[in-house]
């Protein structure tokens, strides 16, 4: 025993009872612990027995050797926690032997352990109305977590970050529950940034008069991003990639180009995007706004079954369309006559795997369309150039690879980077049921604040299936509506009209209607980071957390991630929601790159046969993405969807109906088998599924 005294630097005393739990330690390590019992004599209270607890049981030692021990450490110490009538009694036992002993703040749970854990203001964790050190509340920490599910590691480190950060173990596992401690669930601030450009004043653009009063009459000077683009040759014919954030004024670079060329009798203008939503929304806002100038006519995707009630003409002065809708049309031969000015809106698709390709061959075709027109008329005035070629304006407020896609679309770039407001966004855990109690607080809360501007706070949620939006817009406490590609027309219509009036405090809505429609929300809520059964990319996150915050309306965009651990929609995904939500939050933006695996390659080699036949090769050349052409071509022969370089019938119906070659054959095989259509369509649908 005298040998163990001797390198004790530390002897431990925390109650037990009316007895002293015992730790001796030596440098930082626990040597041994065990219990004294005291006995009380006429000189005050004095050690009766020391038990040092071992692996198999205990070693009893004598009350001299306990003394002797007490007497060789370097310093004695008292936890705090001990109640004052046992700390007396301790001084008083230590006194008799003319000990100093010093009071000092430890671990309860590690004394309770038998371990020596000094904590301070620093360090202390507060849990359970006492205070802890950082190990045992990342234990406790962990068994909480153990019993919500399996988080994983960025998640368990940003709870263990927190922890440190705010020392209460309480706070942080209330965050497990969908609490909402604003200082807690914020993982950052996108910081609103101003960008020095000299704005170009309306009056000197030198339009077409029509254009130019009507730009006059709602503006002295363009935004930073128009500016930009105006001095980079927008209204000059020049062709242009537009990278800017949310609300920063992109679509009026492509509107002015655009009807400054018709104006000018230099061709119509496509204004093109990805969703029908989208393309009714801009279709009803250039109606309002350039009617009295210029005829403008719709053409979305349903038309490659029926043209939509009339509203489609081809003579129009604008088109707006979806990109399916106006590839229906070259892919069937329609004429859409003289093409000045195309507008991709939402350029960024190129990059999805399931759209991407087709954007890509879309692009390629109508560019090959453009410059049949251009060398007809040339032939027409007997070998001049026709008065103008197409323009090509590109948008997007989301792209990886800006320079790179810029030089493969032969556009030239004009990046902006200003956001107009500042973006917190904030991260909590729930399951799916508490998902949607935090989305009625959250709701609730930004429609009863108001901005400086004097606008209500309204909130976009987005989930990822329709049923999940009538579900949540059902349980929210104030005015709201589901909004997805499900609803008709009249009913989209009717919810943008109510929220654009402040009459709904919410829309919620799919991933999938992420892009570009127009809601002024201040908050956006992500109830689910999938797509469908997809988990949103970087670009995808990035794009509609954009939607939070508007320069006219607010002060701030208000961005909540809610996380339920170890979630996953399908058995094909292999993260889990916590693991993708840290890698949404501090990923990088993806290059946009266009991928063709064979399907997408003899999809678009095909329908680039239908509309250019043996100049099929040239237009796969100049696509973003690296089509195999050759092998694409063989494919197509081997499928008799072509002959030589024009398509069979077969080829045609494929190609008319944006078949997958996989799809195609499906749709054979049942027809052959002589099945109920509906029978195949249900198959189809299986297979996809699986």
Request: aromatic share 6%; with cysteine.
């Amino acid at each position: 025993m005298s040998q163990q005294a001797a390198k004790v630097d530390t002897l431990f005393l925390h109650e037990h009872g009316e007895d002293a739990r015992v730790v001796a330690q030596r440098d930082g390590e626990r040597l041994f612990h065990g219990v004294l019992e005291l006995k009380e004599t006429n000189a005050g209270p004095r050690p009766r027995r020391l038990r040092i607890r071992g692996g198999s049981g205990e070693d009893l030692r004598s009350p001299d050797q306990f003394v002797e021990l007490a007497r060789r450490a370097a310093r004695i110490r008292i936890s705090e926690q001990t109640t004052p009538r046992v700390r007396d009694r301790f001084r008083e036992m230590l006194d008799g032997y003319q000990l100093d002993a010093k009071v000092v703040r430890t671990c309860r749970y590690c004394a309770s352990a038998g371990r020596y854990s000094p904590i301070t203001g620093e360090t202390a964790i507060e849990a359970d109305g006492e205070s802890i050190c950082p190990d045992c509340a990342r234990e406790e920490l962990d068994r909480e977590l153990a019993f919500e599910g399996n988080i994983t590691g960025d998640a368990r480190k940003r709870l263990e970050e927190l922890l440190l950060e705010v020392q209460d173990l309480d706070r942080i596992t209330n965050l497990l529950s969908g609490q909402l401690d604003p200082d807690l669930t914020k993982f950052d601030e996108i910081s609103a940034t101003v960008e020095d450009v000299d704005p170009v004043r309306v009056d000197s653009l030198g339009l077409h008069p029509g254009i130019q009063q009507h730009l006059e009459s709602r503006f002295d000077t363009l935004l930073p991003v128009q500016s930009l683009a105006v001095e980079h040759g927008a209204t000059d014919g020049r062709d242009q990639l537009v990278v800017s954030a949310t609300a920063t004024g992109k679509t009026l670079i492509g509107e002015m180009a655009g009807l400054d060329r018709v104006l000018n009798g230099q061709g119509k203008m496509l204004f093109l995007v990805p969703l029908v939503a989208l393309a009714n929304q801009k279709y009803e806002s250039f109606q309002e706004r350039y009617g009295d100038m210029v005829d403008v006519s719709l053409r979305v995707g349903a038309s490659r079954i029926a043209d939509e009630g009339g509203r489609f003409d081809p003579d129009a002065d604008i088109i707006v369309g979806t990109y399916e809708g106006i590839d229906h049309a070259l892919r069937t031969g329609k004429d859409l006559g003289n093409v000045g000015t195309v507008v991709i809106d939402e350029v960024h698709t190129l990059g999805e795997d399931e759209r991407g390709h087709r954007l890509d061959g879309l692009i390629s075709r109508l560019k090959y369309y453009c410059e049949e027109g251009t060398t007809a008329a040339s032939r027409h005035d007997g070998g001049k150039q026709a008065d103008s070629d197409t323009q090509w304006i590109y948008l997007s407020a989301t792209v990886g690879n800006p320079s790179q896609l810029a030089k493969r679309l032969r556009a030239t770039l004009v990046e902006f980077e200003e956001r107009p407001v500042p973006i917190e966004r904030h991260v909590t855990f729930a399951d799916g049921r508490e998902k949607i109690d935090t989305e009625k607080k959250l709701v609730k809360r930004a429609f009863d604040t108001k901005s400086s501007k004097g606008y209500r706070g309204q909130t976009i949620i987005f989930t990822n299936s329709r049923r999940r939006c009538h579900q949540i817009s059902r349980k929210l406490q104030y005015s709201s509506a589901p909004y997805h590609a499900g609803l008709d027309n009249r009913k989209r219509k009717q919810v943008e009209r109510q929220f654009a009036d402040q009459e709904l405090a919410a829309v919620v809505t799919t991933a999938a209607l992420a892009a570009g429609v127009d809601f002024p929300a201040s908050q956006v809520i992500f109830d689910s980071l999938a797509m469908g059964i997809e988990w949103l990319t970087v670009q995808e996150f990035s794009q509609m957390l954009g939607r939070a915050g508007r320069p006219d309306y607010h002060d701030k965009g208000t961005v909540y991630v809610l996380v339920e651990p170890d979630c996953s929609y399908h058995n094909s995904m292999e993260m889990t929601e916590d693991e993708v939500a840290f890698k949404l939050l501090k990923g990088e933006m993806e290059p946009v790159m266009t991928r063709y695996d064979e399907g997408a390659a003899v999809e678009e080699t095909l329908a680039n046969v239908t509309v250019a036949g043996k100049h099929a090769k040239r237009l796969n050349d100049r696509m973003v993405g690296e089509v195999p052409t050759k092998h694409a071509l063989g494919k197509l022969l081997e499928f008799e969807f072509i002959d030589g370089l024009s398509p069979t019938p077969l080829g045609r119906a494929v190609t008319r109906h944006f078949l997958a070659p996989d799809e195609a054959f499906q749709l054979l095989d049942g027809i052959r088998k002589g099945l109920d259509p509906y029978d195949i369509v249900a198959e189809m649908e299986l297979r996809e599924e699986h």
